[in-house]
């Protein structure tokens, strides 16, 4: 069952010092999670950041802590505390894992799902299929309840209630109208299939849920 690890938090960027004359090195790396902002070093960051990269074995869900570390440890200026790393931004809540094959309600609970990007709408080809992207270019495709769940889901306490919220289809079935019938733990499920691809093109983020 596919185990992936993806990145929590919005990137503020680096903050450099208020001196003259201007020192080039930034004080600390800003992530914006949850209620908090997060001061991570140059280090920490790049490996913060490492986790976004290659969107295309996101979406195969390839991406897990042991390919991480493999990454950080074989790169162009390899990375010899990265297991030390990866294992300190996961206990501080800057990496999630979840098993998109397995229970996901504790994890979804923990944690909101929130847009960024644009929502770019479905084809005349692929009607089945909802674009997100950036500057009016898409960068990936989603079946339209994983869609909703980018969109709205942020309304919600967390993502897993908006997942039960989403698969609750009481007014519809009163209004007669033909339903879906999915469960919670399918919408969240098709919604873990594409969580770690909309957060590596940066189409949406997951922040922690407040007071948890």
Same mark, same amino acid.
């Given at each position: 069952?596919?185990?992936?690890?993806?990145?929590?938090?919005?990137?503020?960027?680096?903050?450099?010092?208020? *001196?003259?004359?201007? +020192?080039?090195?930034?004080?600390?790396?800003?992530?914006?999670?949850?209620?908090?902002?997060?001061?991570?070093?140059?280090?920490?960051?790049? *490996?913060?950041?490492?986790?976004?990269? +290659?969107?295309?074995?996101?979406?195969?869900?390839?991406? +897990?802590?042991?390919?991480?570390?493999?990454?950080?440890?074989?790169?162009?200026?390899?990375?010899?505390?990265?297991?030390?790393?990866?294992?300190?931004?996961?206990?501080?809540?800057?990496?999630?894992?979840?098993?998109? +094959?397995?229970? =996901?309600?504790?994890?979804?609970?923990?944690?909101?799902?929130?847009?960024?990007?644009?929502? =770019?709408?479905?084809?005349?080809?692929?009607?089945?299929?909802?674009?997100?992207?950036?500057?009016?270019?898409?960068?990936?495709?989603?079946?339209?309840?994983?869609?909703?769940?980018?969109?709205?889901?942020?309304?919600?306490?967390?993502?897993?209630?908006?997942?039960?919220?989403?698969?609750?289809?009481?007014?519809?079935?009163?209004?007669?109208?033909? =339903?879906?019938?999915?469960?919670?733990?399918? *919408?969240?499920?098709?919604?873990? =299939?594409?969580?770690?691809?909309?957060?590596?093109?940066?189409?949406?983020?997951?922040?922690?849920?407040?007071?948890?």
């Amino acid at each position: 069952m596919p185990r992936v690890i993806v990145p929590a938090g919005l990137s503020m960027g680096p903050r450099y010092r208020y *001196v003259r004359p201007p +020192d080039p090195t930034p004080e600390c790396y800003e992530i914006h999670l949850g209620d908090d902002l997060v001061e991570l070093t140059e280090t920490e960051a790049a *490996v913060w950041a490492a986790a976004f990269m +290659d969107a295309a074995r996101h979406a195969k869900l390839e991406v +897990d802590r042991e390919s991480l570390i493999r990454l950080l440890e074989t790169a162009p200026s390899p990375e010899p505390q990265a297991r030390e790393l990866v294992d300190s931004l996961l206990q501080r809540g800057l990496l999630v894992e979840f098993d998109t +094959d397995g229970d =996901l309600e504790p994890v979804f609970r923990r944690h909101k799902l929130l847009p960024l990007g644009e929502g =770019l709408g479905s084809t005349a080809e692929e009607p089945h299929l909802h674009r997100m992207g950036h500057s009016g270019q898409p960068k990936i495709a989603v079946p339209v309840q994983v869609y909703a769940q980018w969109s709205y889901a942020f309304l919600h306490p967390n993502l897993w209630e908006a997942c039960a919220y989403y698969a609750d289809e009481s007014e519809e079935a009163q209004a007669g109208e033909e =339903l879906l019938n999915l469960t919670p733990a399918e *919408v969240a499920r098709d919604t873990a =299939l594409n969580l770690p691809v909309m957060i590596s093109t940066g189409c949406a983020f997951l922040d922690p849920v407040l007071g948890q």
